[in-house]
T-cell receptor, first 114, second 111 residues
Framework: DAGVTQSPTHLIKTRGQQVTLRCSPK?????VSWYQQALGQGPQFIFQ???????QRGNFPDRFSGHQFPNYSSELNVNALLLGDSALYLC?????????????FGPGTRLTVL | GQQVMQIPQYQHVQEGEDFTTYCNSS?????IQWYKQRPGGHPVFLIQ?????EVKKQKRLTFQFGEAKKNSSLHITATQTTDVGTYFC???????????FGIGTKLQVIP
């Protein structure tokens, strides 16, 4: 049973470019959340997808957008990249959106913006 | 907005010593989760506490949730080198997993 997978592992972009990160949730999970983790910080919630809709959003600008597909996989898109977008982007999946549902994190995508 | 504060930010201990990290929220939490992140790795779920005053144990790890559901602690007894990593608490105030992470406590264990 595969856990949460993310691609690519590493990515280098330049300012102003656009990037798409991908996530496949753990088998049986239908909810995907995205987090940004800057160096030395805790993960910060970007948004959560459930049933192909964005259910909740953190304090991130509209440059950050996402999508969830019918197979529950998800994409995170970031437009007009800034140097400050350099971070580890983590995807977490859970079997639902309830309080008792445990989140499982993927290995992350390390994004470097030059 | 909700803030989750965690102290200390760094902790060095001799192997065999105990370790505790504390987490405080500015708002009442529905639940609190604890994660461990090894260097270069991703957060790994350790436990979730839901009830006021709840105490849970996992081998040498003891987790507590405060009576007011605004603070929590993780205590490790007799640390080992395998305990090295950053421990995060993450508080949830809603029905979905919009959790707010603390800054983490980075634990170094000196052999």
């Amino acid at each position: 049973d595969a856990g949460v997978t993310q691609s690519p592992t590493h990515l280098i972009k330049t300012r102003g470019q656009q990037v798409t990160l991908r996530c496949s949730p753990k088998s049986g999970h239908d909810t995907v959340s995205w987090y940004q983790q800057a160096l030395g910080q805790g993960p910060q919630f970007i948004f959560q997808y459930y049933e192909e809709e964005e259910r909740q959003r953190g304090n991130f600008p509209d440059r950050f957008s996402g999508h969830q597909f019918p197979n529950y996989s998800s994409e995170l898109n970031v437009n007009a990249l800034l140097l400050g977008d350099s971070a580890l982007y983590l995807c977490a999946s859970s079997p639902g959106t309830g309080i008792g549902d445990t989140q499982y994190f993927g290995p992350g995508t390390r994004l470097t913006v030059l | 907005g909700q803030q989750v504060m965690q102290i200390p930010q760094y902790q060095h201990v001799q192997e065999g010593e105990d370790f505790t990290t504390y987490c405080n929220s500015s708002t009442t939490l529905s639940n609190i989760q604890w994660y461990k992140q090894r260097p270069g790795g991703h957060p790994v779920f350790l436990i979730q506490l839901v009830k006021s005053g709840e105490v849970k144990k996992q081998k040498r790890l003891t987790f507590q949730f405060g009576e007011a559901k605004k603070n929590s602690s993780l205590h490790i007894t007799a640390t080992q080198t395998t305990d090295v990593g950053t421990y995060f608490c993450a508080g949830n105030t809603g029905g979905y997993q919009k959790v707010t992470f603390g800054i983490g406590t980075k634990l170094q264990v000196i052999p």
